[in-house]
């Protein structure tokens, strides 16, 4: 096994670099490197005069850097400040974009990181750990309200009121520290049949908070608009529905609403040209070699001469 491949099963690996129809002189940008997957996908494709920027605000993901490759340039940030970083480097006009969106392998596999209810360990869930809120400061600070919001909006929970009220109520005998802390008060609260899926949405909403990954998303796309050009390729990968409802918004309007404009002449003014109808989804062999793969998603569009 690989190194990429103990930090990070790729999902969709030839299909998502097949999509950004990848030019031997081209710059690129692998706006979640992760375990590098994605990225020595590309450098394969490209040539020597192609460039390829991987952005990743984990400092565990900085071991799997390609080594000794002129090409490849690692960016330290998040990828909501693309536009600035495109800017840096001199890089706007970029022919494709590739984002693999959501939790990696390695972090739902790594026992300290508390991104798992598998693992009993502290409830930190930050992608970047040198600073922010962590999912513990959210428990046990946010109001009942904050929690309800959260847990409904992006763990889309039907009994949110009820397992936020009871955070709260739990949280006054003792601080929620641990994966286990949580669980042990939610878990009554999660229908029998789909118990680990439910408990599963509660940490996923919990990391979205942390991240402020639905914020950042839309920076992102909103900026590939302005670093792209006409004709480059924007692929994203996406695993729940909230994700990729933005990304198909987007993708075919141009706006987080979904709301289609029209020029005096009818034309659709939307940045972005859907390349795929449907979205392509892993086949079956992928999906029972990577269940964090049953979920994704990936969509493609190429970017218009409109702005």
């Known amino acids: 096994m690989t190194k ?14 097949d999509a950004l129809s990848v030019k031997p002189n081209g710059t690129y940008f692998d706006l979640t490197f992760g375990g590098g997957g994605h990225s020595r996908e590309i450098l394969f494709r490209l040539g020597d005069g192609g460039r390829l920027f991987g952005f990743d605000q984990d400092a565990d993901a900085e071991r799997n850097i390609p080594q000794s490759d002129a090409r490849f340039t690692f960016v330290r940030s998040n990828f909501r400040h693309l536009a600035r970083w495109a800017r840096f480097y001199d890089a706007t006009g970029a022919d494709g974009i590739l984002a693999d969106l959501g939790v990696s392998s390695h972090h739902l596999d790594d026992a300290t990181r508390g991104f798992s209810f598998r693992f ?19 428990l046990n600070t946010y ?27 739990g949280r006054t005998n003792a601080p929620l520290l641990t994966a286990s802390d949580l669980t042990r008060l939610t878990t009554p609260l999660m229908p029998r049949a789909r118990e680990k899926k439910e408990t599963a949405k509660l940490f996923q909403a919990l990391r979205i908070e942390v991240n402020g990954e639905m914020d950042a998303l839309a920076e992102m796309l909103n900026a590939a608009a302005k670093v792209l050009r006409p004709g480059g ?9 909230l994700e990729d409802r933005m990304v198909k ?15 005096f002449f009818g034309r659709t003014t939307s940045p972005f040209r859907p390349v795929t109808g449907r979205p392509l989804i892993p086949n079956a062999a992928e999906q029972a070699l990577n269940p964090r793969s049953r979920s994704a998603k990936l969509r493609v569009a190429e970017r218009t001469e409109a702005v």
């Open 4 to 17: 990429e491949t103990e930090y990070h099963v790729p999902v969709l690996l030839r299909e998502s670099v």
């Open 120 to 138: 009993d360990s502290p409830l930190d869930m930050r992608m970047n750990t040198s600073g922010g809120q962590t999912a513990a400061d959210i």
């Open 143 to 169: 109001s009942e309200e904050d929690l309800t919001r959260i847990f409904r909006t992006y763990g889309e929970l039907q009994n949110a009121r009820r397992l936020a009220a009871t955070v709260v109520k």
């Open 233 to 241: 390729r924007l692929v994203v990968i996406t695993y729940h529905s």
């Open 249 to 263: 918004n987007v993708m075919r309007s141009g706006n987080m609403e979904g709301h289609v404009e029209q020029d």
